[in-house]
Nanobody, 120 residues
Framework: QLQLVESGGGLVQPGGSLKLSCAASGFAFDYYAIGWWRQAPGREREAVSC????????NYADSVAGRFTMSRDNAKKTVYLQMNNLKPEDTAVYYC?????????????WGKGTPVTVSS
């Protein structure tokens, strides 16, 4: 059974940093694209970043480019999202997602999410 379990969310002040982790199990991790999406209160969910299965490219939303860095460790079946210079508009529930490729409209598999609140 495919599982994605996020951790690392919390409360942080504007300008601060957080590192999210996603532990995967139950599927051939190496062959899947893995990404992060988020959903802010009252807003539609949006793609944040994604790494293709081969690890050759990483995509970022314009709103986080230059501040967020995604990485994957195939040996540990884990992906990370390092978030720096956080802004109040980054407040959202962050979801780890997986699919055969990085898609911008939806992904097939979702974790339960971890909340991130950026506030002073």
């Amino acid at each position: 059974q495919l599982q994605l379990v996020e951790s690392g969310g919390g409360l942080v002040q504007p300008g601060g940093s957080l590192k999210l982790s996603c532990a995967a199990s139950g599927f051939a991790f190496d062959y899947y694209a893995i990404g992060w999406w988020r959903q802010a209160p009252g807003r539609e969910r949006e793609a944040v970043s994604c790494i293709e299965s081969g690890g050759g490219s990483t995509n970022y939303a314009d709103s986080v480019a230059g501040r967020f860095t995604m990485s994957r460790d195939n040996a540990k079946k884990t992906v990370y999202l390092q978030m720096n210079n956080l802004k109040p508009e980054d407040t959202a529930v962050y979801y780890c997602v997986a699919d055969s490729r990085c898609y911008s409209d939806n992904m097939d598999y979702w974790g339960k999410g971890t909340p991130v609140t950026v506030s002073s």
